[in-house]
């Protein structure tokens, strides 16, 4: 049965070495239609459910770019690393479309980016078992983002996620938690103290984009502000007017 088996898997081998130029090229195909279709469903839910997003350039440019970016990122990850994909932050897609937009949009836009990247896997159910309850984490513990220890919260909560996420995987295909590897368990750690990083880049979309989030809104309001302290000395109703 072995060498039956070896011999069909010779066999199949061959075929696919000699049709390897068509092959490379009909999935050169598929791949961009699979992306292609990706974007568009997006792309269609925005239309029909935020028109804010889709009738304005920047917002769609924005989007675009973090899925692009962060796609790259876990693609050349995986390059350099086995299954170094899960080390990618995704979540910071999730955090930083959820401030600057709504929750329901987060999860959208990471959902897709799950699914791209879930071409680059070994294991792609996994995968996307595991940004799925990463993402709805995510949504569940920011809320409204107005303090940067919410990040740390966050970061913590993501962890959970991933790694009852990976415990329950294993115990539904092994039966046991004999396949659990320390390897995947500190990828996913690392994943998840990489998060905290979306503040830095909150800031940076604030000033490429020109959008405007809460924790921006809160650290103007801060009342120990040189300018606005000298506004309440000098002129105490229109500081007044101005928390207002």
């Not at 839910?45 to 304005?56: G, K, M, S, T």
């Not at 920011?142 to 220890?149: I, Q, V």
């Not at 909150?202 to 606005?228: C, H, K, Q, W, Y």
Request: glycine fraction near 4%; include cysteine; aromatic fraction near 14%.
């Amino acid at each position: 049965q072995d060498y039956t088996n070896l011999r069909t898997y010779e066999t199949m081998l061959a075929q696919l070495n000699t049709n390897r130029d068509q092959s490379q090229l009909l999935m050169l195909l598929g791949q961009a239609l699979y992306v292609s279709l990706l974007l568009a469903a997006m792309m269609i839910y925005f239309a029909f459910y935020v028109p804010a997003i889709f009738d304005n350039f920047r917002a769609l440019t924005f989007i675009f770019s973090l899925v692009t970016l962060f796609f790259l990122v876990g693609v050349g990850l995986n390059y350099f690393e086995a299954q170094g994909v899960y080390i990618a932050p995704m979540m910071i897609v999730t955090i930083l479309v959820m401030v600057f937009f709504d929750g329901r949009t987060a999860l959208l836009v990471s959902s897709v980016l799950a699914l791209i990247c879930a071409g680059v896997t070994a294991f792609a159910l996994e995968f996307l078992f595991l940004q799925f309850c990463a993402a709805t984490a995510t949504v569940f513990s920011l809320g409204e983002l107005s303090r940067r220890a919410q990040l740390l919260r966050a970061s913590a909560v993501i962890a959970l996620a991933y790694l009852a996420a990976y415990v329950s995987l294993d115990l539904l295909m092994n039966g046991s938690v004999e396949g659990l590897t320390w390897r995947m368990t500190v990828f996913l750690l690392v994943n998840a103290a990489l998060t905290s990083m979306a503040y830095i880049l909150m800031f940076a979309a604030e000033r490429l984009f020109g959008f405007i989030s809460v924790v921006t809104l809160v650290e103007l309001a801060d009342i120990n502000n040189p300018l606005l302290l000298r506004l309440s000395n000098e002129c105490p109703g229109t500081f007044q007017h101005s928390i207002a």
